[in-house]
């Protein structure tokens, strides 16, 4: 080491497993452990796995990731948690949105500030509609992996790696072997987005005093424009009103709460990132998980395993098997997290994923995410929501209405029609008395 140079990072025993894993061309045989931690999940069958080449980038990576500091707190991430408890329990709406998967390019002032502004748009009108709370999260900061129905593709008669997402392979076909580094890359270009989320929630961009800010330019319709003109000026006509009697002093309408979320495929990468860190000061001993705690840390140390990727984040429809890695990493998180429900999703498999992920029954802990088609709502969403409440589990429940409900346009562009089925949800959920929120957008 010369002189004044930092040592290269050591990388842990987890995470030299992890690395392990992501080497090899195919799974390790390794003893089931009984207790949680976060590199449990490598004793489990993975799917959607990508496996590197280069073994010291590999370890690099994973070594930088240990060491740099978290994304987000535990206190965010125990008040998101206690938000969604509401909108479980129906006093609050859940408002999702962002990109299907991001790109390092969209990391830039313009693309953020329109995401930003189209979530506080979506969410006034749900608050001036449906008198409630909104929960506002944001597919933004770290949605960059996407899972593939086949790991290579063929283009121009040639075979190569898919496409799997900017934080793994790059697009153009001379940049598809999986490369770690990547992974490093999609840290910092969360942080990057993250930090600006922050900056611009503290200058005021969500105040609600001037929400004609949030322009409407990608709104065709001049009916829509018109409807939300008219909220705003309702809303204005209201604020003018506080400020005349001097209602209007505290600060809260200047800004909100936005969290940030993706899902989480790539668990090299989300297990770098989980910490145990000292709970928050207002969460008691009651209302935290014991049961993930490993068998060398005693659970009384008022610590728990967050993931510091993100406030929140979900398993997706391919990665939810009931003993897959995916699962075994999720159930020992104190993030509130997500299940992508498709339409194979049989009603003991969801039960038996409850009781899996959320053994202590936390009230809004998991989020139900519906996705299966516009024909089968009907036939699908009633059983399952029975199912649900015959389990005790008080869950939140969310449709994605942006994945199975297309239609093309030509033969190259689909159109996505989400009033549909996020109409047809809700017809659904009236009957059996559960709120359903909002949809991921």
């Known amino acids: 080491m010369t002189e004044g140079s930092m040592p290269q990072p050591e990388l842990s025993s987890a995470g ?48 930088k990731l240990e060491r740099l500091p978290p994304l987000v707190t535990p206190t965010e991430i125990q008040k998101l948690k206690k938000s969604l408890r509401e909108v479980a329990l129906g006093k609050a709406f859940l408002l999702q949105g962002g990109d299907c998967a991001e790109l390092f390019d969209y990391c830039e002032e313009n693309a953020l500030d329109s995401k930003i502004k189209l979530l506080l748009q979506m969410s006034l009108v749900l608050i001036w509609g449906a008198n409630k709370p909104v929960v506002r999260i944001a597919r933004m900061a770290g949605q960059f992996a996407k899972p593939r129905s086949s790991a290579t593709e063929i283009i ?16 153009d076909v001379s940049e598809r072997t999986p490369d770690p580094s990547r992974l490093v ?5 969360s942080a990057a987005t993250l ?29 829509i424009k018109a409807k939300y003109q008219r909220i705003v000026e309702s809303i204005s006509d209201s604020l003018r009103f506080m400020r005349t009697v001097g209602a209007d002093t505290a600060g809260q309408l200047e800004t909100v709460d936005l969290y940030t979320s993706h899902e989480g495929l790539l668990l090299e990468y989300e297990q770098s990132l989980t910490r145990r860190l000292k709970h928050p000061s207002s969460i008691t001993n009651t209302t ?23 406030h929140f984040l979900w398993i997706g429809d391919r990665t939810r098997q009931l003993n897959g ?9 104190e993030n509130p997290i997500g299940i992508k429900v498709g339409p ?26 519906t996705r299966y088609g516009a024909s089968k709502i009907e036939s699908l969403l009633g059983a399952h929501i029975e199912a649900v409440k015959r389990s005790g589990h008080i869950v ?17 562009l689909l159109s996505h029609q989400p009033i549909p089925p996020a109409s047809k949800t809700q017809t659904n959920h009236r009957p059996t008395e559960t709120p359903s929120q909002p949809r991921t957008l």
């Open 396 to 412: 939140v429940w969310q449709c994605d209405p942006m994945h199975g409900y297309v239609s093309p346009l030509s033969q190259s």
């Open 185 to 189: 890359s999609a840290y910092f270009h």
């Open 288 to 310: 935290t998980t014991t049961t993930t705690a490993s068998p060398s840390t005693p659970p009384q140390d008022n610590k728990g395993w967050y993931n510091t990727s993100a």
């Open 344 to 369: 194979t999703m049989k009603d003991t498999e969801l039960i038996q994923l409850l009781d899996i992920v959320n053994p202590n029954r936390e009230i809004g802990k998991v989020t139900l995410i």
């Open 156 to 171: 121009n008669g040639v075979e190569i790696p898919s496409f799997r997402g900017d934080n793994i392979n790059g697009f």
């Open 16 to 63: 030299k497993t992890a690395a392990e894993i992501k080497l090899a061309n195919g799974p390790i045989p390794r003893p089931t452990q009984q207790h949680w931690s976060p590199s449990s999940w490598t004793t489990k069958p993975i799917k959607q796995e990508v496996t590197y080449a280069d073994r010291e980038a590999v370890t690099a990576a994973l070594a």
């Open 325 to 333: 890695a995916h699962v075994e990493y999720f159930r020992g998180l």
């Open 195 to 223: 930090n600006y989320i922050r900056a611009q929630l503290a200058s005021g961009i969500a105040d609600l005093h001037s929400p004609l800010d949030w322009n409407l330019g990608h709104v065709q319709s001049q009916t």
